[in-house]
């Protein structure tokens, strides 16, 4: 490993567990004090046995889809100097449920976390980011993002979300020092499946079954959290507003 984050803040969301754990131990491994945020106590005690590196791991516990949730994480962001780096990859997923049987419980609930608490967090950091005239945001969607295959309503309509939240924020600070991009995995074997994963109608299921079946392969989470480093760092300083697939190639098929 390099210091490529040497003397970095990040925050990373949804880090005790499968993509964002792999995202904080590595981006800690690369010399950055690491905020690392989830609403899983239990597994965020766990990462603490994992952080002996260069940089340092400080765990918040809450849920982000409240204001005390948001408020500790730039709060432990800020008692380090303010953020330099934001990674929004809390998610949850939606049963596979379509606009036909979606319930208002997962659509608000999806949305919450998914879309409304990335919304948050880079309202927060944008201001520090701005005035040190540096700052990179990285948003983790997903192939439910580019397509209309990959899940349920909600998901999908919260990935799209995050798509365009990322594209806009992406023009406008630009051009101000601040680089937003977004990753958008296919499938990665992390804890996801418990919850939300499981199709609750047969039909919907079955249908997905044509799709799922080009998929090529199944990632692990510290193939995605390259990418997401990578785009974080200085050696990705022309690359803003940018989707990228890490698929293996499902996308494409
Ligand atoms: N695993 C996949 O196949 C896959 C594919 C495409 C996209 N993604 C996306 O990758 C991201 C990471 O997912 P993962 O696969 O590592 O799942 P995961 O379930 O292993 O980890 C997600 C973490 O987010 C946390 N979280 C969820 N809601 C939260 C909340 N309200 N407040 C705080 N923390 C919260 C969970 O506690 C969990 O630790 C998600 O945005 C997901 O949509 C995953």
Redesign the pocket.
Known sequence: MSDRLDGRVAIV??A?????RAIALRMAAEGAVVIA????VE?LEGLKGEDTMPGQVVHVA????TTD?IDAVVMAAGAHGGADILVN????MDWFLPAGDVDDATWETVMA??VT?PMRLMRAVLPGMLAQGRGAIVN?A??AGITGAAAGLAYTASKHALVGMTRNTAYFYGPQGVRTNVVC????E???A?GGAVPRLPWTYERLQANFGRAQRTAQ?DEIASLVLWLAGDEAVNVNGAVIASDGGWSAA
């Open positions: 969301t949804g005790a567990s499968g993509i964002g945020a989830d609403r899983n597994r809450g849920d982000l889809t949730g990859n809390a998610g949850v976390v998914n608490a983790v997903s192939v995995p296919g499938g990665v992390t804890h996801i418990e989470p």
